[in-house]
């Protein structure tokens, strides 16, 4: 949205930077013992002999890979770096750094050793890279429009002002880790029977398990990142790994948010509900939810109440997180497909009737928020609602539309 120029950066032996804390016993054996020892005959005095092997204990001095402690060791050390250099933390993911130079903001978002840097000016971005290169070493760098990165590969389109993800390369080692012999196309990821479990189907055997449970973990991964098509079917196969048998509107602004939520009543084996959610700026979708529900529900009515009141706290983080960006929310759009659950969410009991007065008093939290936080609720028509992608596999035209 600002035209910003965007580096990607990877700390080479990142946690290795970060010194352990605490006092941690290494333990050596066999032909390790001797590999060691080549690379520093020093250690041979302390070498001994248990069971007949060779071992070797040592002080871990540094945070390794593998120990508990490590990730937090290196966060607190490349964060701390990065507040030593002028930037703030955002408060609601501190996994974001900012900071105002030349007038405009710089930020850094910290995934383990991997980095995204970006700021308007290229000159801006080159002196925080040589910065933190200063401190950390030499890291690997990509400038420009296109950037891999964590899996993805991300393209900038500055004219349109979008951006595109696409991790086709990852999906393919998915289907060819699943060994399963995909030789056509298939107009959607699932059938409509997808939530319908047949208990009677024969176990699958460990190896296939094994690789069952593999890729469905890469696919959801997938559909988290670039292929929300899939996030659906994801979501239910998510649950069968211990068991296993939009259009295109114009965005232009960052300060008017559109959220949509929806439920498919009583879809699952076992009678509970599917909650689908969606929020978007105007164009694509942004932390979109498919989950089944964990209660079961009475009606219709008190699965789309469960269903908002599990993805509104999605919508308030959003709005702090952009606030702490930077951005004020000017509109904040709730969307809705059932008139009997928006009267519920609007004005809490006084709301409720013969049929929905049991519903748990904790729902009603959504008639408090959607009035501190200025949110508008709004109906929208069945065939409109985004988040219906989200709750079963459409199929035909309407999965092609939404």
Not at 25 to 35: A, C, H
Not at 39 to 60: C, M, R
Not at 136 to 149: A, I, L, R
Not at 252 to 257: E, G, Q, S, V
Request: aromatic share 10%; with cysteine.
């Amino acid at each position: 949205m600002e035209g910003r120029q965007v580096a990607v950066a990877d700390v080479v032996g990142a946690y290795l930077k970060a010194r352990m804390e605490d006092f941690i016993l290494m333990k050596f054996t066999g032909e390790t013992v001797d590999i060691l020892c080549d690379i520093d005959p020093s250690y041979k005095e302390y070498v001994t002999i248990e069971n007949g092997q060779k071992v070797l204990y040592v002080e871990l001095l540094k945070a390794l890979y593998g120990c508990v402690q490590s990730a937090l060791l290196w966060y607190e050390l490349f964060s701390g770096s990065l507040v030593d250099m002028g930037f703030e933390l955002n408060p609601f993911d501190m996994c974001i750094a900012n900071a105002t130079i030349n007038g405009s903001q710089c930020t850094v978002c910290i995934y383990v050793d991997d980095n995204k840097i970006s700021h308007k000016e290229l000159t801006v971005v080159k002196d925080i890279i040589a910065k933190l290169e200063s401190k950390f070493g030499k890291m690997e760098v990509s400038f420009g429009d296109e950037h891999t990165f964590l899996g993805m590969k991300i393209k900038y389109n500055r004219k349109r002002r979008t951006v595109t993800v696409d991790m086709k390369e990852y999906l393919l080692e998915a289907i060819e880790e699943s060994g399963m012999d995909i030789t056509r196309n298939a107009m959607t990821p699932a059938k409509p029977n997808l939530y319908i479990i047949n208990e009677k189907s024969e176990p699958l055997n460990e190896d296939k398990k094994e690789r069952f449970h593999s890729v469905v973990a890469k696919l959801c991964y997938i559909a988290e990142r670039s292929r929300l098509d899939i996030k659906p079917a994801m979501s239910f196969l998510r649950t069968r790994v211990q068991k296993p048998t939009i259009e295109d509107w114009g965005a232009d602004t960052l300060t008017k948010l559109q959220t949509w939520v929806d439920a498919s009543y009583a879809i699952h084996n076992d009678r509970k509900s599917h909650t689908g959610g969606a929020m978007s700026f105007g164009r694509g979708v942004i932390c979109s939810k498919s989950n089944k529900q964990k209660l079961n529900t009475k009606s219709s009515t008190e699965a789309e109440v469960v269903g908002a009141s599990d993805y509104l706290p999605n919508t308030i983080w959003l709005r702090m997180f952009l606030e702490a960006q930077g951005y004020i929310i000017e509109e904040n759009l709730y969307y809705q497909d059932n008139e009997s659950a928006m009267k519920i969410e609007l004005n809490g009991w006084r709301s409720t009737g013969s049929k929905s007065k049991h519903v748990d008093i904790r729902f009603y939290f959504i008639a408090d928020r959607v009035k501190s936080e200025k949110i508008e609720v709004h109906h929208c028509k069945t065939e409109h609602m985004v988040a219906d992608f989200f709750t079963k596999p459409l199929q035909g035209a309407l999965f092609r539309r939404l």
